[in-house]
Structure formats: C-alpha cells, structure tokens
C-alpha cells in the first residue's frame, strides 16, 4: 500500500496520476487552488511536465519524493502540477514568464505566482538543495516583504502582456464543422492506423490531447461512424 496519496489520484492523465504518490500535496490546477493560497496567504508552485521528459521524472526522483522537501513546500504552498498535455495553454503563459525572466525555458516548468496567478519567479529543473534554497527564500520574502512581491508580479504580468506572446482572451465561438472536418482529414493522413500514433514526427508519436478533444466535438457534429474511425 502506498505511504502518500494525493489530489491527484482522481486526474486521468497518466502523467500526474504519476505524481499522486509523492509526500508533496500536489492538487490539480483549478480556481479552487488559487482561492485557497488567498486565504492561506500563501504563494503558489505551478510545475508543469509531461511523461516523457526525463528531467520531469529526475526532478520528481530527488525533490518531489523526499520528505524533507514536501515538508518544505507543503508547509508554505499550494502546489499545483499541470500536464503539458492537456493544458499547453497554461504552459505557454508561464513558459513566456519565465523565458523573460531567465532568458531560457524548457521542462520541467516550475514557477511561483502570488495567489491570483501572476508570476513571481520560475526555472526549469533544480536539484534538491538549490530547490529547497529557493522554497525557503521565496517564502522569507513573501512573508516579510509582500507589497515588494506583489508589485514586481504586476510589472512581470505588464511585461508579458506587452511582449505580444499572449493575446488577450477573446469570445470563443463555435468552430466551423467544415473546417473542423478539414483539420480532421488533415490528421487522418499522418495516423499510423496499424500501430498507433503519428507517423513523420520529430519529437513524439502521440497525439496532443487537445487534438483528440477536436475529434471528438467533430464525432458529436457528424456522422459519428465516419470520425470514430480515425
């Protein structure tokens, strides 16, 4: 039986189902979890990964299943674990904080925000004593100097948001069904129907998450035998 169960035993991605035994108390990225650091006046941790990023799992391997460290941010954050996945968005938004703040990105993502999502700092992976060294003083600071922590949030959020590498939420409308199905075909010619996956692809064979949900909105539109076919 397993020491440690978290929030994230109830997720269907594989790959945080994977973090769901970690002392650390990783809960999945909701409003709710940003409505708790509010009134636990605490800052937020939103590491973002996927299953096959080896530095994910090496990170997970020596900070996010030693007791000493889930300690440490149990103690003084809402952490929250994303799979890249099934929130690219969330990753791109984060990605683009601390690519301005560092000059480099990559996976895993980890970065701090104060209780309303705005960035605080961020990197990618740490090793266990310089990540403990970061929890401990991010916390001292927040704690000490909260007016000097919200302010340099905003201006952070102000940069980001002039960088034009995140467009301000528009109204979605619905996506076309031509188009849709369009998209679809486009998808069908790459699908390895035998063994499973995209053929010609650089990086992975699996298919994004977001491009199965497109799939199947257009089944619900269509002829339902026709998509379920892909």
Request: hydrophobic share 35%.
């Amino acid at each position: 039986m397993e020491q440690y169960t978290n929030e994230l035993i109830h997720e269907s991605s594989l790959y945080l189902q994977q973090h769901a035994h970690n002392p650390v108390n990783w809960v999945p990225w909701s409003k709710e979890a940003f409505e708790r650091a509010e009134k636990e006046q605490k800052l937020v941790l939103v590491s973002v990964g996927y299953s096959a990023c080896h530095w994910c799992h090496v990170m997970e391997h020596e900070c996010f299943e030693d007791e000493e460290v889930a300690a440490l941010m149990n103690k003084h954050f809402v952490c929250i674990k994303v799979d890249r996945e099934e929130r690219p968005d969330v990753d791109q938004v984060y990605m683009t904080a601390v690519q301005l703040m560092t000059q480099r990105g990559g996976s895993p993502l980890n970065c701090f925000t104060i209780p309303n999502g705005q960035p605080i700092y961020g990197g990618t992976y740490f090793p266990k004593e310089q990540w403990m060294h970061v929890l401990k003083s991010l916390n001292q600071t927040y704690t000490s100097e909260p007016e000097k922590v919200l302010e340099y949030a905003k201006e952070l959020s102000d940069g980001v948001q002039q960088s034009d590498l995140i467009a301000v939420a528009e109204p979605v409308s619905p996506f076309p069904t031509d188009k849709l199905w369009e998209l679809v075909r486009r998808w069908q010619s790459r699908m390895d129907m035998v063994e499973g996956g995209q053929l010609q692809l650089r990086n992975s064979r699996f298919q994004a998450t977001s491009s199965f949900y497109c799939i199947m909105d257009l089944w619900k539109r269509m002829s339902k035998s026709k998509s379920m076919s892909i």
